[in-house]
């Protein structure tokens, strides 16, 4: 089972109920195919050299909902939002210590979570899916 993520930045904070985190992480490599001549072609290809830059980004895609109640959902809807928008720096407490980073991106789905006759009464959620990328941003302000 995984735990809540809580996101923070300017002072708003917002939990995410947690279905799935994927932690990925990408090393920007480079590779050089070197030049055969007509007498090492006879042996075969030659391997592929590869520059290891060291250049490691850290992902959290994460799946997840906001509370149940739709007064705190909203409004966890509309400050996860305005966290995106101002584009700063973002904490997320999930790991230990918590990590800084920003959020890349985001999709909020709004779903019906009840089966009533009709769809206003049912009460509503918002699915969020983002991904958080770790690291600083730059210039740093």
């Given at each position: ?6 996101f923070t930045?300017d ?16 090393n ?6 070197p ?6 072609r ?5 391997n592929?050299?590869i ?12 799946d997840g909902?906001?509370?149940n109640?739709?007064n705190n959902?909203s ?8 966290i995106y928008?101002?584009g700063?720096s ?21 779903v019906?979570?009840d089966?009533?006759?009709?769809v206003?009464?049912a009460p509503?959620t ?15 302000s």
């Amino acid at each position: 089972m995984t735990a809540n993520i809580t996101f923070t930045a300017d002072g708003v904070s917002v939990t995410i109920a947690v279905i799935k985190v994927e932690e990925v992480l990408s090393n920007q490599l480079s590779s050089l195919n070197p030049p055969q001549g007509n007498a090492k072609r006879l042996n075969g290809p030659q391997n592929t050299l590869i520059v290891n830059l060291q250049r490691i980004q850290r992902r959290w895609n994460i799946d997840g909902y906001l509370s149940n109640d739709i007064n705190n959902a909203s409004t966890d809807k509309t400050n996860l939002i305005t966290i995106y928008i101002n584009g700063g720096s973002v904490t997320m407490d999930y790991t230990s210590p918590a990590t800084t980073g920003i959020i890349e991106k985001m999709m909020i789905t709004e779903v019906a979570t009840d089966s009533v006759s009709s769809v206003s009464a049912a009460p509503q959620t918002y699915e969020v899916k983002l991904t958080f990328l770790k690291g600083a941003l730059f210039p740093s302000s």
